[in-house]
């Protein structure tokens, strides 16, 4: 998809999708709301100069401007293909309303926007996300996850969201101490 094509978003999106999956197992919200909305949130990304994107996400953001401006235009371009796919007029402002405030409005408006928002930060956590974040910021893998394990419940909104995060998180954990265990 063209407007995944910047900030690894196909990965992050792949595995965003995956995690909307799982946590819709266990949370009644509305698959049909929350698949798409997982799928199209970051697509605002790609009218967000390159140079800029490191600057607008992350463990230290100091353009809020552009974090901002991935949003709102993302729930522009979201919009135009949810209705050149025919899909349901009525589902679409519910997915461009979790889309425009997915970062930026830490609270949820339902729970839709919940597990979307919940599915979207266990990337930071994932296998892949925590190795791609970690090379982009530059992070001390150790430092970065027991940080992210305090944060646990502060970011995440529903009770799966946050098991899930801590199970993912402890694997992370276990990944680091292994590879920092000299071999006998």
Do not use: C
Not at 57 to 85: Q, Y
Not at 176 to 182: G, N
């Amino acid at each position: 998809m063209p407007f995944l094509s910047t900030r690894f978003n196909e990965i992050h999106t792949f595995i965003v999708y995956q995690y909307a999956l799982l946590l819709l197992q266990e949370e009644p919200a509305l698959p049909e709301v929350v698949i798409p909305a997982s799928i199209l949130h970051d697509v605002g990304w790609s009218v967000v100069p390159e140079e800029e994107q490191l600057k607008a996400f992350g463990p230290v953001i100091t353009n809020h401007k552009m974090r901002r401006k991935h949003e709102v235009e993302g729930a522009v371009i979201a919009r135009k293909i949810l209705n050149e796919l025919a899909y349901d007029p009525g589902l679409i402002p519910r997915m461009a309303e979790i889309i425009e405030d997915h970062d930026t409005y830490p609270d949820a408006k339902s729970l839709d926007d919940a597990v979307t928002k919940d599915a979207d930060k266990l990337f930071r956590v994932s296998h892949a996300g925590f190795r791609i974040d970690n090379e982009r910021f530059g992070a001390d893998p150790l430092a970065r996850i027991e940080n992210l394990i305090r944060e646990i419940d502060n970011w995440f909104l529903t009770k799966t969201g946050k098991e899930m995060a801590r199970h993912e998180a402890h694997m992370r954990k276990k990944e680091i101490r292994e590879i920092q265990v000299p071999a006998l």
